[in-house]
């Protein structure tokens, strides 16, 4: 059974930082690119990172690109998102999700981890 657990979020203030985890098991993590989404209440899910298989092609939503790092680590099932210079808007549950090269939408996700900034 494939289980995705997200970790680090928290409380923080605008300006501070934050790494998020993603520990996956029962699936071969190299298989699959990994994701980060998010969602605020309210709004509609937002992909926020992408990062290929190896680790050597990476994508960043407008709103997060040149604050926020995608990283992973297939050798321990893990991938991270570094998260800096977090502002306000930057609340909201975060989510990692896998997906096949055979597949169009992710296949599995996590339970999501809450990431709240204040002012």
């Known amino acids: 059974q494939v289980h995705l657990v997200e970790s680090g979020g928290g409380l923080v203030q605008a300006g501070d930082s934050l790494r998020l985890s993603c520990a996956g098991s029962g699936l071969r993590f190299s298989d699959y690119t990994m994701g980060w989404f998010r969602q605020a209440p309210g709004k509609e899910r937002e992909r926020i990172a992408l990062i290929n298989w190896n680790g050597d092609r990476t994508w960043y939503a407008d709103s997060v690109k040149g604050r926020f790092t995608i990283s992973r680590d297939n050798a321990n099932n893990t991938v991270y998102l570094q998260m800096n210079s977090l502002k306000p808007e930057d609340t909201a549950v975060y989510y990692c999700?896998?997906?096949?090269?055979?597949?169009?939408?992710?296949?599995?996700w996590g339970q999501g981890t809450q990431v709240t900034v204040s002012s």
């Open positions: 999700a896998g997906r096949s090269v055979s597949s169009d939408e992710e296949n599995y």
